[in-house]
């Protein structure tokens, strides 16, 4: 087998080496199993109020609310809802409101993530440094339920913080991946405000998702050139 050869059946090899290194550097757990989420508030008795997971027709006709809204009346404090690694801190604009999101995102394991988006409301800089300054979460932070990562700050401008789970890189409902503690704090806010927790969805097929179908593509470009290597230069 010549050299050529050789390198190409070592490309896997190497790929699936880098990305295990990668994944256990960050700690990320290995596997794919759904996860069970604690609530992501400490202070669950400030949610006054909820906006439904899959909303239609959510900021603009077609587009369905991708996560649940927890509404807050003051203060609060941001808890890791399960065990897992902080893999990014940002913010970023509202293109539909205008105010800064901040984003706290935790891989589960190598299948789902929880994204925390702090949603203060506010309009000004100083009071979105203020939120800034309010984030303890930093990327690599290995936590687990109940560590706190930030304090939400109120505003009168619809403070609250949007609370979704991804399966594979697509939303599903963070309620029904809950325990029963905190489907129970779920319900009594929904109880209580006469609001809605989740409208009804189909779970997203995984062989339709990005983070299935890239590297399906890669693996079949991958077989397909070794097939044509290995027939076009022999022994």
């Not at 205008?98 to 589960?108: C, K, Y």
């Not at 129970?184 to 189909?202: E, L, P, R």
């Amino acid at each position: 087998m010549n050299q050529r050869k050789k390198v190409m059946l070592a490309i896997p090899l190497i790929v699936v080496t880098a990305l295990l290194g990668y994944s256990t550097l960050l700690g990320i757990s290995p596997g794919f199993e759904s996860p069970s989420l604690e609530f992501p508030i400490l202070e669950s008795g400030d949610v006054e109020r909820l906006a439904a997971y899959h909303t239609p027709d959510w900021g603009e006709p077609g587009v369905f609310h991708n996560g649940i809204d927890l509404i807050i009346p003051n203060n609060v404090t941001i808890v890791a809802p399960v065990q897992g690694t902080i893999v990014s801190v940002g913010e970023q604009v509202n293109p539909y409101a205008g105010n800064t999101l901040f984003e706290i995102t935790v891989a589960i394991n190598w299948g789902w993530q929880v994204k925390l988006v702090l949603e203060p409301g506010f309009l000004d800089a100083a009071n979105n440094s203020l939120q800034h300054d309010m984030i303890d979460a930093v990327s690599g932070q290995r936590v687990v339920p109940g560590d706190e990562l930030a304090t939400l700050l109120y505003s009168n401008n619809y403070a609250h913080l949007h609370y979704m789970l991804l399966r594979y890189g697509q939303d599903v409902c963070a309620y029904n991946y809950s325990t029963a503690a905190a489907k129970t704090v779920f319900d009594t806010i929904a109880s209580t405000s006469n609001s809605t927790i989740t409208y009804h969805y189909s779970e997203p097929n995984v062989l339709s998702s990005p983070m299935v179908i890239v590297p399906a593509a890669a693996i079949g470009a991958y077989v397909l050139l070794v097939y044509v290597v290995f027939r076009r230069f022999p022994g």
